[in-house]
C-alpha cells in the first residue's frame, strides 16, 4: 500500500457531485435547475431537500450542523460538544435565505473567500476549491506551489490589517466577500467565519474540518471520500505497531534566550497525545512552552526520550548551542542518532504547519518510521528529518 503524502485525484468525484446537485427532482416530479453557479432557478411549488448527500462531525466536538432542505445551519465554536459561539446559515443561492435567531446568512456555494490562516489552505484545495482563495493575510506561509503561482498571476491578494494583526474585514466585506476563515475567537466582524481546527484534540478530529469547509461549497461528497481514504491509511498504520513496544518521545523546542524548553503542555487527551500513541509511542509531557526553561527533574524526562521531535528548523547553531550546554550528548536520542527536526519537505517550518492538520495519514507514518524505523517501508517522511543524516529540504526532489 502506497503511504507516502497524497493528493486525491477528484476530478471525477467534483463530476459526480455536480451531476447529483443538477438531479435534484421536487415533489411534483418535476426536476429542480440550476445554473452555472449552482443557483437555483425559478421553480414552482415546494422546493425539496437539495442536499441529499449529508456530513457531519464523528469524532470533532468543536462544530456541528444541520441539513434542512434549502438551507444548512452551521455552529463553530463550540465547547464540551454543546455550547457554541457562532451559528451560520448557508442557504442556497437562488432560494429565500430563511430566519434563523442569532445566525449570521451566508449564501452558497461561495465563489471566493480569505484565509486568516495557512493550514486552512490545505482543506481547500483538498476538496478541488484552490480557485476560491483570494485573499491570505500572507502568503510566505503558503507552501504550495500552486498557491504561490496564483499569488505571482495576480489571483491572490494580501488582506491585512496591521492594527489587529488579522486579515482586513473593512476591506473584504466592501469587496463582497461574504466567508474570511479566522482563528479569532470571537470572529472580529463579518465577513469573518470561525474555523477553530486547532481546538480539537483529535488526529481525526482535525481532519475532519475538510468536512466543515465543504459545506460552504456544496462538496461534501469529495470531502467525504477524502476523508475516508485518509481514515483508511492512518487505520493500516496503526495496524503495523500494534504489537510494537512503546516508544518513550517528546517534542523539544530551543531558544537562544532560554535554551532547550517542552513545546507540550501537561495532560492528554490533545492532538499530540492521540497520534504519538496511535504510532505506537508514549510522548513524555512537560509544561507549557511558556515557561522556557528546565530543571534537573525535567532534564532527566528528556534523558529518558528514545527520540526527539525538534520543533523548528534544526542547524549548526541550534547544535553547537546545545552541545555548549554539556547535556544533549548524553541522551539517548542524541547517541543513537534519533533527533528529527520538521524541516524535511522544504527546509523551513511552513510546510509543517500549513497541511500536517490536513494529512495526518502522512504525519502519523512519518512518527512511526522516526519511532520504530522502517516500520511503513513504503513511506518516505514528508515533514520529520533525521538531523545527524539528512540535510533541510532532502524531501524535494
Given at each position: 500500500?502506497?503511504?507516502?503524502?497524497?493528493?486525491?485525484?477528484?476530478?471525477?468525484?467534483?463530476?459526480?457531485?455536480?451531476?447529483?446537485?443538477?438531479?435534484?427532482?421536487?415533489?411534483?416530479?418535476?426536476?429542480?435547475?440550476?445554473?452555472?453557479?449552482?443557483?437555483?432557478?425559478?421553480?414552482?411549488?415546494?422546493?425539496?431537500?437539495?442536499?441529499?448527500?449529508?456530513?457531519?462531525?464523528?469524532?470533532?466536538?468543536?462544530?456541528?450542523?444541520?441539513?434542512?432542505?434549502?438551507?444548512?445551519?452551521?455552529?463553530?465554536?463550540c465547547t464540551n460538544g454543546s455550547y457554541c459561539s457562532q451559528k451560520y446559515v448557508l442557504y442556497q443561492c437562488g432560494t429565500i435565505p430563511p430566519s434563523v435567531a442569532g445566525a449570521r446568512a451566508i449564501q452558497i456555494p461561495v465563489s471566493k473567500v480569505a484565509?486568516?490562516?495557512?493550514?486552512?489552505?490545505?482543506?481547500?484545495?483538498?476538496?478541488?476549491?484552490?480557485?476560491?482563495?483570494?485573499?491570505?493575510t500572507d502568503i510566505s506561509y503558503a507552501s504550495s506551489m500552486c498557491i504561490r503561482r496564483m499569488f505571482s498571476l495576480g489571483m491572490i491578494n494580501i488582506s491585512f490589517d496591521s492594527a489587529t494583526w488579522e486579515l482586513n474585514y473593512a476591506e473584504l466585506a466592501s469587496q463582497g466577500y461574504t466567508v474570511a476563515f479566522t482563528a479569532s475567537d470571537p470572529p472580529v466582524q463579518d465577513p469573518a467565519v470561525l474555523f477553530r481546527e486547532n481546538k480539537e484534540t483529535s488526529a481525526l478530529g482535525i481532519m475532519e474540518y475538510v468536512l466543515f469547509?465543504?459545506?460552504?461549497?456544496?462538496?461534501?461528497?469529495v470531502a467525504q471520500q477524502s476523508f475516508r481514504d485518509i481514515q483508511l491509511r492512518m487505520n493500516c498504520h496503526q495496524a503495523l505497531v500494534a504489537n510494537a513496544?512503546?516508544?518513550?518521545?517528546?517534542?523539544?523546542?530551543?531558544?537562544?534566550?532560554?535554551?532547550?524548553?517542552?513545546?507540550?503542555?501537561?495532560?492528554?487527551?490533545?492532538?499530540?497525545?492521540?497520534?504519538?500513541?496511535?504510532?505506537?509511542?508514549?510522548?513524555?509531557?512537560?509544561?507549557?512552552?511558556?515557561?522556557?526553561?528546565?530543571?534537573?527533574?525535567?532534564?532527566q524526562i528528556v534523558n529518558q526520550a528514545e527520540v526527539w521531535i525538534f520543533t523548528d528548523v534544526w542547524n549548526n547553531g541550534v547544535q553547537a548551542d546545545l552541545q555548549a550546554m554539556g547535556w544533549p550528548s548524553s541522551t539517548q536520542a542524541w547517541r543513537n542518532h534519533k533527533i528529527f527536526a520538521i524541516d524535511r519537505v522544504d527546509g523551513s517550518t511552513n510546510d509543517w504547519f500549513m497541511t500536517r492538520f490536513a494529512q495526518p495519514d502522512a504525519l502519523l507514518a512519518d512518527l512511526i518510521c522516526a519511532l520504530h524505523g522502517d516500520a511503513v517501508d513504503t513511506h518516505t517522511r514528508v515533514w520529520l528529518r533525521n538531523v545527524f543524516t539528512e540535510v533541510p529540504g532532502s524531501a524535494l526532489p
Amino acid at each position: 500500500m502506497a503511504t507516502g503524502r497524497m493528493w486525491l485525484p477528484i476530478w471525477a468525484l467534483l463530476a459526480a457531485e455536480q451531476l447529483l446537485h443538477s438531479a435534484v427532482c421536487g415533489y411534483d416530479g418535476n426536476e429542480v435547475a440550476f445554473d452555472a453557479n449552482g443557483c437555483v432557478l425559478p421553480y414552482s411549488g415546494t422546493l425539496p431537500d437539495l442536499y441529499p448527500v449529508k456530513t457531519y462531525p464523528t469524532f470533532g466536538t468543536t462544530w456541528n450542523v444541520t441539513y434542512h432542505n434549502t438551507y444548512k445551519v452551521l455552529y463553530a465554536g463550540c465547547t464540551n460538544g454543546s455550547y457554541c459561539s457562532q451559528k451560520y446559515v448557508l442557504y442556497q443561492c437562488g432560494t429565500i435565505p430563511p430566519s434563523v435567531a442569532g445566525a449570521r446568512a451566508i449564501q452558497i456555494p461561495v465563489s471566493k473567500v480569505a484565509v486568516a490562516d495557512s493550514p486552512v489552505l490545505t482543506y481547500l484545495e483538498l476538496i478541488g476549491s484552490r480557485t476560491a482563495i483570494r485573499a491570505v493575510t500572507d502568503i510566505s506561509y503558503a507552501s504550495s506551489m500552486c498557491i504561490r503561482r496564483m499569488f505571482s498571476l495576480g489571483m491572490i491578494n494580501i488582506s491585512f490589517d496591521s492594527a489587529t494583526w488579522e486579515l482586513n474585514y473593512a476591506e473584504l466585506a466592501s469587496q463582497g466577500y461574504t466567508v474570511a476563515f479566522t482563528a479569532s475567537d470571537p470572529p472580529v466582524q463579518d465577513p469573518a467565519v470561525l474555523f477553530r481546527e486547532n481546538k480539537e484534540t483529535s488526529a481525526l478530529g482535525i481532519m475532519e474540518y475538510v468536512l466543515f469547509t465543504a459545506l460552504f461549497f456544496n462538496r461534501e461528497v469529495v470531502a467525504q471520500q477524502s476523508f475516508r481514504d485518509i481514515q483508511l491509511r492512518m487505520n493500516c498504520h496503526q495496524a503495523l505497531v500494534a504489537n510494537a513496544p512503546k516508544v518513550k518521545a517528546v517534542f523539544l523546542g530551543y531558544g537562544n534566550a532560554y535554551g532547550p524548553y517542552w513545546v507540550k503542555p501537561q495532560g492528554c487527551p490533545n492532538y499530540y497525545c492521540d497520534l504519538f500513541s496511535t504510532a505506537g509511542g508514549e510522548l513524555l509531557l512537560g509544561f507549557n512552552f511558556s515557561t522556557c526553561t528546565m530543571n534537573a527533574a525535567e532534564i532527566q524526562i528528556v534523558n529518558q526520550a528514545e527520540v526527539w521531535i525538534f520543533t523548528d528548523v534544526w542547524n549548526n547553531g541550534v547544535q553547537a548551542d546545545l552541545q555548549a550546554m554539556g547535556w544533549p550528548s548524553s541522551t539517548q536520542a542524541w547517541r543513537n542518532h534519533k533527533i528529527f527536526a520538521i524541516d524535511r519537505v522544504d527546509g523551513s517550518t511552513n510546510d509543517w504547519f500549513m497541511t500536517r492538520f490536513a494529512q495526518p495519514d502522512a504525519l502519523l507514518a512519518d512518527l512511526i518510521c522516526a519511532l520504530h524505523g522502517d516500520a511503513v517501508d513504503t513511506h518516505t517522511r514528508v515533514w520529520l528529518r533525521n538531523v545527524f543524516t539528512e540535510v533541510p529540504g532532502s524531501a524535494l526532489p
